[in-house]
């Protein structure tokens, strides 16, 4: 049988970052990993980071949640990997942060192929930052964020460098609080030791009713750009930004670069990383009341 680990989170918490790294691990240990990804709009640019890891087994549910109406599709891309890829040792099923884990978890749940997966559970990413302001969230937002924290089997407290010792403390405390079942590890860009997830993860699923996050005003935007931009001109610009504005990613050429730049925001943080190759500039935006954003380049 297959070994299936779910991973949750908010938008922006550390996800993919932890999805790359257990898959290098898993290919070290001389198994066979491999990944369905599913992203919130049209355009999916974690994917491509999992790609340039090396090569790895890949499916994509884009424009859609892995739960609720998501579910035949995401039956249908797990048959086809699963019949594409016999060899698969560990999958690894990364949601869209706009997901509920439970109901992510059941989608993945089918008679066509139940008895070849052995689903381990659901490891949530939490943004130690995002937790102490998470009362800025809307009323709705805020419970996504909180069941899948409430529903984890492991979490990974994720960025726990930008807290100082006191408020790590108190946060780390509350998250055990809100989860007492879930073991918890303090990581910074969601570096932990996959050998001690399989250990410490939980096969029983927890006993809570679950709070369904379908009907969310999350929505997502796609800007495209024509022309290279001004790093300068565009951060300022970002810095305009509402805070509906949750997560933002995308892969942009800069003036006086050769090649694009993936370029990440969450959390009013941004970070640009060079790429080696001309990649179309395309910007993905997810959160609440975007209809308006719109971006002007530098005249």
Same mark, same amino acid.
Not at 61 to 90: F, H, M, R, W
Not at 110 to 125: H, N, Q, R, Y
Not at 157 to 168: A, E, F, G, S, Y
């Given at each position: 049988?297959?070994?299936?680990?779910?991973?949750? %989170?908010?938008?922006?918490?550390?996800?993919?970052?932890?999805?790359?790294?257990?898959?290098?691990?898993?290919?070290? $240990?001389?198994?066979?990993? @491999?990944?369905?990804?599913?992203?919130?709009?049209?355009?999916?640019?974690?994917?491509?980071?999992?790609?340039?890891?090396?090569?790895?087994?890949?499916?994509?549910?884009?424009?859609? +949640? &892995?739960? +609720?109406?998501?579910?035949?599709?995401?039956?249908?891309?797990?048959?086809?990997?699963?019949?594409?890829?016999?060899?698969?040792?560990?999958?690894?099923?990364?949601?869209? %942060?706009?997901?509920?884990?439970?109901?992510?978890?059941?989608?993945?749940?089918?008679?066509?192929?139940?008895?070849?997966?052995?689903?381990?559970?659901?490891?949530?990413?939490?943004? @130690?930052?995002?937790?102490?302001?998470?009362?800025?969230?809307?009323?709705?937002?805020?419970?996504?964020?909180?069941?899948?924290?409430?529903?984890?089997?492991?979490?990974?407290?994720?960025?726990?460098?930008?807290?100082?010792?006191?408020?790590?403390?108190?946060?780390?405390?509350?998250?055990?609080?809100?989860?007492?079942?879930?073991?918890?590890?303090?990581?910074?860009?969601?570096?932990?030791?996959?050998?001690?997830?399989?250990?410490?993860?939980?096969?029983?699923?927890?006993?809570?009713?679950?709070?369904?996050? $379908?009907?969310?005003?999350?929505? $997502?935007?796609?800007?495209?750009?024509?022309?290279?931009?001004?790093?300068?001109?565009?951060?300022?610009?970002?810095?305009?930004?509402?805070? $509906?504005?949750?997560?933002?990613?995308?892969? &942009?050429?800069?003036?006086?670069?050769?090649?694009?730049?993936?370029?990440?925001? @969450?959390?009013?943080?941004?970070?640009?990383?060079?790429?080696?190759?001309?990649?179309?500039?395309?910007?993905? &935006? &997810?959160?609440?009341?975007?209809?308006?954003?719109?971006?002007?380049?530098?005249?």
């Amino acid at each position: 049988m297959i070994d299936v680990y779910l991973l949750s %989170g908010f938008l922006g918490s550390g996800k993919t970052s932890l999805l790359v790294n257990l898959v290098d691990q898993v290919k070290k $240990s001389g198994r066979q990993p @491999a990944v369905l990804m599913n992203e919130f709009g049209e355009l999916n640019i974690d994917s491509q980071i999992v790609e340039d890891a090396g090569e790895v087994p890949l499916k994509e549910l884009l424009n859609g +949640c &892995i739960c +609720c109406t998501g579910a035949e599709s995401t039956e249908a891309q797990l048959q086809g990997l699963l019949a594409d890829y016999p060899e698969i040792d560990v999958l690894f099923i990364e949601t869209t %942060g706009a997901a509920h884990p439970v109901e992510a978890l059941d989608a993945v749940y089918s008679p066509l192929f139940a008895e070849k997966l052995d689903v381990k559970g659901i490891v949530t990413v939490v943004d @130690a930052k995002r937790w102490i302001d998470r009362d800025k969230l809307s009323p709705r937002i805020q419970a996504l964020f909180l069941e899948q924290v409430r529903h984890a089997h492991f979490m990974v407290l994720n960025k726990t460098d930008l807290l100082t010792d006191n408020q790590l403390a108190f946060v780390t405390m509350q998250v055990t609080q809100f989860n007492s079942y879930a073991p918890l590890v303090q990581t910074m860009n969601a570096k932990v030791d996959f050998s001690y997830i399989e250990k410490m993860v939980n096969v029983e699923a927890p006993k809570q009713p679950v709070t369904t996050g $379908s009907g969310l005003p999350l929505a $997502s935007k796609v800007l495209a750009f024509d022309t290279p931009i001004n790093q300068q001109h565009f951060e300022d610009w970002v810095r305009t930004l509402p805070d $509906s504005v949750y997560r933002m990613k995308g892969y &942009i050429q800069l003036e006086g670069s050769r090649y694009s730049h993936l370029f990440q925001y @969450a959390y009013g943080m941004v970070n640009w990383i060079p790429e080696y190759m001309q990649i179309p500039s395309k910007l993905v &935006i &997810i959160g609440e009341q975007l209809t308006d954003i719109e971006y002007s380049p530098k005249d």
